[in-house]
């Protein structure tokens, strides 16, 4: 199956400053290019655990005795490792958002680009689904997902929309959803307009600004000291809770301070931000928008 190139995959990789006989963590696996990368620079004793809640993603498993590909949500990182016997891990990898495999597949519903169900479940499993969000959640909600994650401002005026059409008949596909939603769509910007609406519904559905703390809050308990975090987002939202988790190790408020009145910190910022060549942006548009940050536990 078809899962494009790994979005920065060389300064991801570096920013986890491998040891062959360390223990790594890639919890987008995805398509598996970061991770065969990782594998590459292992030695016999090295380690790599992957984790995927798309069961498509199990397809590209690496056959290869120093890796393991576990089919759940990160954010059961620390449950499923010490499943295994892993207490504690020298780098964790994380390339958030939608693999360009799941845009591609028309029905799983990701993209503006083709008429499908609404969908958009990364994990086919669960039972939130796009329908349900746009069909059940009471208007307040849709007023919510839209403008918290979408960033929309009149998204109050769209769940209004919404919720009146669908008293007539369900909303069950993506151009049904477009027609109901046209008088926010001009022709000059619906393309943007329509990727926010439909980020915001994906967000809800996979529930992903919170499993992204919960991964986040984990990592640090996982990480060896000196352990590296490399964390690839798309949206301001992602990137807005890694830098400051990796800054404060918060996501809100300040840390506490030392005798010395020095702010205590859990990681020490090894890239303060790496985004894509205009070269990788014109092999893979996908790139277009990735923001890459490291850190190191002290």
Do not use: C, W
Not at 3 to 12: G, I, M
């Amino acid at each position: 199956m078809e899962y494009h190139n790994p979005v920065l995959l060389k300064e991801t990789v570096d920013g986890l400053n491998i040891k062959p006989d360390g223990i790594y963590v890639d919890v987008t696996f995805g398509g598996g290019g970061h991770s065969r990368e990782i594998i590459s620079r292992l030695g016999e004793n090295g380690r790599l655990i992957a984790f995927d809640q798309d069961e498509d993603a199990l397809r590209n498993a690496i056959q290869d005795d120093r890796f393991l590909l576990i089919n759940e949500n990160f954010r059961n990182i620390k449950r499923f490792l010490r499943f295994h016997g892993i207490k504690q891990v020298d780098g964790i990898l994380a390339d958030l958002g939608v693999s360009s495999h799941q845009f591609d597949v028309a029905e799983r519903g990701f993209s503006t680009r083709f008429e499908a169900e609404l969908d958009m479940r990364m994990n086919q499993k669960d039972e939130l689904s796009a329908y349900h969000v746009i069909n059940e959640y009471e208007e307040q909600d849709i007023k919510r997902v839209l403008m918290s994650y979408g960033e929309l401002k009149n998204g109050g005026a769209m769940a209004n929309v919404i919720v009146n059409a669908r008293r007539d008949a369900k909303i069950k596909n993506s151009e049904q959803l477009k027609a109901v939603l046209s008088k926010f769509l001009p022709a000059h910007k619906s393309n943007k307009i329509l990727a926010q609406i439909y980020q915001a519904i994906r967000i809800e559905v996979n529930q992903e600004m919170e499993a992204l703390k919960e991964f986040l809050e984990q990592s640090l308990e996982i990480l060896a000291p000196k352990g590296r975090l490399s964390v690839i987002s798309y949206h301001s939202l992602e990137d807005r809770l890694v830098k400051r988790f990796m800054r404060n190790g918060m996501f809100e408020g300040e840390p506490e301070r030392d005798f010395f009145g020095n702010f205590e910190v859990p990681f020490q910022i090894i890239e303060k931000l790496i985004v894509p060549t205009a070269q990788e942006i014109a092999i893979n548009n996908r790139a277009r928008s990735a923001k890459l940050r490291v850190a190191e536990k002290k």
